[in-house]
């Protein structure tokens, strides 16, 4: 069946780095694009990063512009994310989500960061 | 960056009842608005996307509506399993931006 799968949170400290990767099975990875959506503990959800279905182009959200890095791996049906600079309120459960044609359509179950001293 | 507000920000509600949570986006977005459920502890789930189409699986009790900046989401009859957050979604510009969230409590 469809399915994305996280890795790669824990715990760091901050300004320290975390890379973050998404496992993808059961569709065509490489036909969509795929978005990284975090949520800080009790709060809403925030979009942070997409790419396109062959990694040409990427979007970021301004708070992370600059210290976020998305990319993807088609050959490896895996999406990733390179967190440097990571500030306290980088503090969240990371999703991964599937790029349905303007909805995310399949997610993933979440990998927690927490960045604490 | 959008801007979207939704209302309420929590609301209590019986079985049975009809629910409606509404959204409103900063600027226009035509239809590209999208509405998603997220129960404790799991991923979101998409219900509605392009405003007002039902995406396969979900029941048919789930309804949206809207274009432009107001959109809503409506529940006809509130059964135990819809007590959850609601996030709208707008997809009209790069930074897919979300609603605060609409918390579904059991009256």
């Known amino acids: 069946q469809v399915q994305l799968v996280e890795s790669g949170g824990g715990v760091v400290q901050p300004g320290g780095s975390l890379r973050l990767s998404c496992a993808a099975s059961?569709?065509?990875?490489?036909?969509?694009?795929m978005h990284w959506v975090r949520q800080a503990p009790g709060k809403g959800l925030y979009w942070v990063a997409f790419?396109?279905?062959?990694?040409?182009?990427?979007y970021y959200a301004d708070s992370v512009k600059g210290r976020f890095t998305i990319s993807r791996d088609n050959s490896k049906n895996t999406l990733n994310l390179q967190m440097n600079s990571l500030k306290v309120e980088d503090t969240a459960v990371y999703y991964c989500?599937?790029?349905?044609?303007?909805?995310?359509?399949?997610w993933g179950q979440g990998t927690t960061v927490t960045v604490s001293s | 960056d959008i801007q979207m507000t939704q209302s309420p920000s929590s609301l209590s509600a019986s079985v049975g009842d009809r629910v409606t949570i509404t959204c409103r986006a900063s600027?226009?977005?035509?239809?590209?608005l999208n509405w998603y459920q997220q129960k404790p502890g799991k991923a979101p789930k998409l219900l509605i996307y392009?405003?007002?189409s039902l995406q396969g699986g979900v029941p048919s009790r789930f309804s949206g509506s809207g274009s432009g900046t107001d959109f809503a989401l409506t529940i006809s009859s509130l059964q135990p399993e819809d007590f959850a957050t609601y996030y709208c979604?707008?997809?009209?510009?790069?930074?897919?931006?979300f609603g605060q969230g609409t918390q579904v409590e059991i009256k």
């Open positions: 392009a405003a007002s």
């Open positions: 979604q707008q997809t009209f510009s790069t930074s897919r931006t």
């Open positions: 600027q226009i977005i035509n239809s590209y």
């Open positions: 059961g569709f065509t990875f490489s036909s969509y694009g």
């Open positions: 790419i396109r279905y062959e990694g040409s182009n990427k």
């Open positions: 989500a599937k790029e349905g044609g303007g909805y995310m359509d399949v």
